[in-house]
């Protein structure tokens, strides 16, 4: 009896428990193919399969059946076999150029004998966790646009002259735009624009703290939905600095979907960028990430979740789907 459990906890993570029972079935050629499953990332259905190979080689593959648009992930797998304490555990991340991801040597089957009908049968539970990075190649459409919308109240471009009613000056430049656009996206500029401060009256802004290719990018984002020109790790955390000082929420959440795939470059900054504006989202997968790969020390991140509960919650889940996996190799290694 074979059973197959999908569940996706997060907008970039899918998780599954396949648990296989059979007679003979560490002794087939043939290799047992689960049913398929889908990611939901970045408005895109991204398909997925794993493949048990229990005969011979002993391997496992997660294979993603449509790799037309290359990409990467965090996959987990976890393998523990009947009667066999120690189980099998390895996080590897995908490579763009290939479409199946192998974890070898994942151990033997051992049959238990039914003695009601006389034959061998083995078990196994496979647990694996899938957390979407990003597609390495543009979309023929926006991605975060498809995730987020909407993203603008209107169709005109941030760079029409026609009825502004401010300017923003920065580096001695100057981006036009409407009050009413930015006090939807922004609670700040509501604000200016509300109260008896200078901004209320005057039509423009100084800002003396953005760079003007900063809030160009910014401003094109809220306006049009479109964000091809926030690429780059530097670019993308300026954005986000901007839109947190802000409180563009749509804006951060575009930069936070942006900064997953740079996550394997640079993780450390990643994670201090995600705990100082609070992205919970782009926190979880950084720390999971150097959890999974040592990148930092556990007392250092252990340090700054200390000083945050949500960040502390997200430890603690991320710890506990490592239990079972510390219970059991602590009772291999007491005997």
């Known amino acids: 009896m074979n059973s ?30 689960s049913p398929p499953f889908v990611l939901q990332s970045e408005g895109q259905l991204i398909p997925f399969s794993l493949i048990f190979h229990c005969y011979a080689t002993h391997k496992l593959e997660v294979r993603r059946s449509d790799n037309t648009i290359p990409g990467t992930a965090i996959v987990t797998v976890i393998v523990k076999h009947r009667d066999n304490l120690r189980p099998f555990v390895e996080v590897k991340l995908t490579s763009n150029d290939r479409d199946t991801l192998s974890f070898n040597d994942i151990g033997t089957l051992p049959p238990r004998l039914d003695k009601r009908y006389m034959y061998s049968v083995a078990s196994s539970k496979i647990k694996c966790y899938i957390t979407w990075l990003g597609f390495t190649k543009n979309t023929h459409s926006s991605s975060q646009t498809q995730l987020h919308q909407p993203l603008c109240i209107t169709k005109v471009p941030y760079t029409n002259k026609e009825s502004p009613d401010v300017k923003l000056i920065l580096d001695n430049k100057e981006i036009t735009a409407h009050k009413a656009i930015l006090s939807l996206h922004s609670p700040v500029f509501m604000k200016m624009f509300q109260t008896r401060m200078r901004e209320a009256h005057e039509k423009k802004i100084i800002i003396e703290d953005v760079t003007f290719e900063t809030m160009k990018i910014l401003i094109g984002i809220i306006y049009t939905g479109e964000d091809d020109e926030l690429v780059g790790k530097d670019m993308i955390l300026k954005v986000l600095a901007a839109a947190h000082k802000y409180q563009m929420s749509i804006v951060m959440r575009v930069c936070e979907v942006k900064l997953l795939l740079e996550i394997p470059q640079d993780p450390k900054a990643i994670f201090s960028a995600a705990n100082l504006y609070g992205t919970e989202e782009l926190f979880r997968t950084a720390m999971e990430y150097i959890v999974a790969t040592k990148k930092l020390p556990f007392a250092e991140i252990k340090e700054v979740c200390m000083k945050e509960p949500k960040w502390m919650s997200i430890l603690i889940d991320l710890m506990y789907e490592k239990l079972e996996v510390i219970i059991c190799t602590e009772q291999a290694l007491s005997k």
């Open 4 to 33: 197959f459990k999908i569940d996706q906890p997060y907008f970039n993570r899918i998780q599954v428990e396949w648990i296989i029972e059979g007679r003979f079935i560490n002794i087939t050629e043939k290799p047992i193919v």
